[in-house]
């Protein structure tokens, strides 16, 4: 379900701008994704994919078995030289992608070549500021990845304080802009961010960057039970989740699970055992189902 975000009010008690993309297009196929797997009685699976890595071909093939395999949403992840966010797997990705010719354009291609191939599975991809400002215009950025089948988007580096002209210009393209919290985002923050987001609220259960972790934080639970509480919409979890036991312990606590290195690191030292990955997809797909009577 969607809600509107009430207009922000200034000092003067002048309307300002609306904030929030959760009215758009791609929010919608977004939360039609939570829903059935909510309906099925799971958490549902994003996966994530490099956008060219190892290279393009190989990219769309792990791209459509990850999807194949259970996925509910696929993100993917568009190479950048500076990826803040990312750990060391992610990094390399990224280094390998960029090495082998991927760029903006030819992220488009993929993203285009899966919503042809699979059009009922939401694609967001994830990405940085500068990538989607391009020449400065955020508008024609955002409209192109629209156009290549794109529901939302995730910008890691953008906060909604600086992130209304972002908004408006993924409102004029119909798309999700997803944010971020973090364990360290205070309750009044994380009650902002919440309602500034489109499509999900990610969260990230960790403090650091993005990698395969063996535990995760036992706090998490509680953590996610405090999101879940000023949430407008589906709640993800994401960063060091890599194991069906880490899916079948958030299952009852989140609406979405986000697993990113350790399929990178499923994919093999040359990124190119696309079975392996997907068997692993599949593995954290059936570890979502929810045990008990009802999810909260």
Do not use: C, K
């Not at 996966?47 to 999807?67: K, R």
């Not at 899966?114 to 994830?126: F, K």
């Not at 364990?183 to 309602?195: G, H, L, N, V, W």
């Amino acid at each position: 379900m969607t809600t509107a975000a009430a207009p922000v009010r200034t000092a003067g008690d002048r309307p300002a701008l609306p904030r929030g993309t959760d009215g758009t297009p791609g929010a919608a196929r977004l939360h039609a994704a939570f829903a059935r797997a909510a309906r099925d009685r799971r958490v549902a699976l994003v996966p994530y994919v490099v956008a060219g890595y190892p290279d393009a071909a190989t990219s769309l093939t792990a791209a459509l078995a990850a999807i194949d395999a259970g996925a509910d949403v696929l993100e993917v992840g568009l190479p950048y030289s500076d990826p803040l966010a990312d750990g060391t797997t992610l990094q390399r990705a990224s280094a390998v992608a960029l090495r082998n010719g991927a760029t903006f354009d030819r992220s488009l291609d993929l993203l285009r070549a899966i919503h042809e191939a699979r059009p009922a599975a939401p694609v967001v991809p994830m990405a940085y500021v500068n990538q989607a400002l391009g020449n400065g215009d955020p508008v024609g950025r955002l409209v192109r990845l629209a156009a290549a089948g794109a529901s939302g988007v995730i910008l890691a580096d953008l906060t909604p304080d600086e992130g209304a002209p972002v908004e408006a210009a993924a409102r004029e393209a119909g798309l999700a802009l997803v944010y971020l919290v973090t364990p360290t985002t205070s309750p009044t923050r994380r009650a902002m961010i919440a309602a500034s987001t489109g499509g999900f609220l990610y969260t990230v259960s960790l403090v650091g960057v993005t990698g395969a972790r063996s535990q995760l934080p036992r706090e998490v639970t509680h953590f996610l039970a405090q999101v879940r509480a000023v949430a407008r919409g589906p709640v993800a979890v994401g960063f060091g989740v890599s194991r069906p036991a880490h899916v079948r312990r958030l299952a009852r606590s989140a609406d979405g699970v986000i697993v990113a290195s350790a399929l990178v690191d499923a994919l093999g030292p040359d990124g190119r055992d696309v079975a392996r990955m997907a068997r692993l997809v599949g593995q954290l797909a059936r570890a979502g189902r929810w045990s008990g009577a009802q999810h909260p």
